[in-house]
């Protein structure tokens, strides 16, 4: 079974930027699609990006030209370069496959006014 962790979350201002890694504990980034989902207080999983394994990459339309996924299949590892963060990006940030129902611990994103 696969492990997915998340890491690089923080408290930035507004216009700010961040950084987010998703480390694997196998090979998995260039066999499925892994996205990026954020999941604010009282909110369900919303999705933000995903990267296919054949390297296709789709975001939400609230994080284009802002946000940017990445991935390392070398080291197993993902990332969400987020910047020109805004205060409506405060969530707890996590990375799975689209329609897993097992949730890892996430990073949390704050962005201040």
């Known amino acids: 079974q696969v492990q997915l962790v998340e890491s690089g979350g923080g408290l930035v201002q507004a216009g700010g930027s961040l950084r987010l890694t998703c480390a694997a504990t196998?090979?998995?980034?260039?066999?499925?699609?892994i996205g990026w989902f954020r999941q604010a207080p009282g909110t369900g999983h919303a999705l933000v990006a995903t990267?296919?394994?054949?390297?296709?990459?789709n975001y939400v339309d609230s994080v284009k030209g802002r946000f940017t996924i990445s991935r390392d299949n070398a080291k197993n590892t993902m990332y969400l370069e987020m910047n020109d963060l805004k205060p409506e990006d405060t969530a707890v940030y996590y990375c799975?496959?689209?329609?897993?129902?097992?949730w890892g611990q996430g990073t949390q994103v704050t962005v201040s006014s």
């Open positions: 799975n496959t689209p329609g897993a129902v097992n």
């Open positions: 196998r090979r998995i980034f260039s066999v499925y699609t």
């Open positions: 990267s296919s394994s054949g390297g296709t990459k």
